[in-house]
């Protein structure tokens, strides 16, 4: 077991995409808390109005943060995670970010392996450029648990 938070990051997802991929994210879910980085605090009913719309209204670099009370990837049950939209250089970056401590896995490797198989489905559903999840900054690949280009280097949690 880890302590720390854990990121799932979606990279260069297409405009297109974006809102269905935060859909598909928070699909049972309940999301009590919508924040833009230029609007501030927003009404969580407008997540369902389009989250892209809200990061081209302003100039870019743009964020929409989303709280949850839990939420779903790969059969893997996440508790109060926070789902972070980025714009910047007109490309879409799509983050789950949680609490490693919160995460009571039978097994972590069993853990890995099913957040791992739900990321690369939602990444090919929302044609993704690419995705990984590790410790925060899950972009550092000395601690990812996996990429969409390999298996993140053995290290004991």
């Known amino acids: 077991m880890t302590d720390g938070l854990i ?7 297409p405009d297109s995409k974006v809102d269905s991929l935060v859909s598909e994210i928070v699909q ?10 230029e609007l501030g605090n927003l009404d969580p009913k407008k997540s369902e109005l389009g989250i892209i719309s809200l990061l081209q209204q302003f100039a870019e670099p743009s964020s929409v943060f989303i709280r949850s009370d839990i939420l779903n990837v ?9 789902i972070r939209i980025v714009r910047y250089d007109e490309l879409n970056e799509v983050a789950v970010v949680f609490d490693a401590v919160k995460i009571v896995p039978t097994s972590w490797e069993s853990f890995v392996d099913k957040l791992a198989i739900g990321a690369k489905k939602l990444a090919v559903q929302s ?31």
């Open 28 to 37: 049972n879910a309940n999301p009590f808390e919508l924040f833009h980085s």
């Open 7 to 13: 990121e799932l990051i979606f990279l260069q997802v």
């Open 74 to 82: 790969g059969e893997v049950w996440l508790d109060n995670p926070l």
């Open 127 to 157: 044609e993704a450029y690419g995705y990984c999840c590790g410790l925060e900054p899950g972009t550092d690949e000395e601690t990812q648990f996996f990429s969409s280009e390999r298996i993140g280097p053995p290290f004991s949690l």
